[in-house]
């Protein structure tokens, strides 16, 4: 995605509100609701079928994605501050919790529930993933999610905590 594919421009949503989407076990999306539809500017079937990586901003950093996919993969939940694209190139700031969903013992996919983030969670976590995609644009690709996340863990140290679940979970 291209940076002028984004306007710069934030939008909002309604705190009382989740905004919640539902994938299979690759990502791709099977379910929204329609705060969802509301914010982003979609329509249901422009979503149903795609991957997740429709939201995507291009300010995002690659070692995000790899943390919570591994995580995901892992059979953990995911926390994590998601700045994400509209269609028509705003953005929009929530707080994700991200879960597999297991029947039996098998896999179904995923489910993301999105809060309004408190404004200065917003402000700390946008000047590191501007740090963490500097990098990553200064890196050849096969090591940028190294890179980014090296930088992350080390923030993290400095904070005294073990790792990022941790902090996230402090952050609640
Ligand atoms: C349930 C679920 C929800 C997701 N929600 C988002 C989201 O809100 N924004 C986003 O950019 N990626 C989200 N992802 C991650 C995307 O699948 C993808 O890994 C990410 O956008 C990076 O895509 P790319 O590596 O193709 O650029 C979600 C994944 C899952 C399984």
């Excluded at 539902?22 to 705060?35: F, H, L, W």
């Amino acid at each position: 995605m291209k940076r002028s594919d984004v306007t710069g421009n934030e939008v909002f949503f309604d705190p009382r509100t989740f905004i919640v989407s539902k994938s299979d076990p690759r990502g791709i999306i099977t379910q929204v609701n329609a705060t969802l539809l509301e914010v982003t500017g979609y329509r249901e079937d422009e979503l149903l079928g795609s991957q997740h990586n429709i939201l995507r901003h291009p300010d995002m950093p690659r070692g995000i994605f790899e943390l919570m996919w591994e995580t995901l993969r892992s059979g953990d939940a995911f926390y994590g501050f998601m700045k994400n694209r509209c269609k028509n190139g705003d953005h929009y700031w929530a707080f994700a919790y991200v879960k597999p969903e297991h029947r039996g013992g098998e896999l179904l996919g995923y489910r993301s529930f999105r809060r309004v983030p408190q404004r200065e969670m917003v402000e700390l976590w946008a000047g590191h993933y501007q740090r963490m995609r500097a990098l990553e644009e200064k890196t050849p690709t096969r090591d940028q999610c190294r890179v980014s996340r090296q930088w992350l863990n080390k923030w993290l140290r400095k904070q005294g905590v073990p790792d990022y679940k941790s902090w996230m979970l402090r952050s609640l």
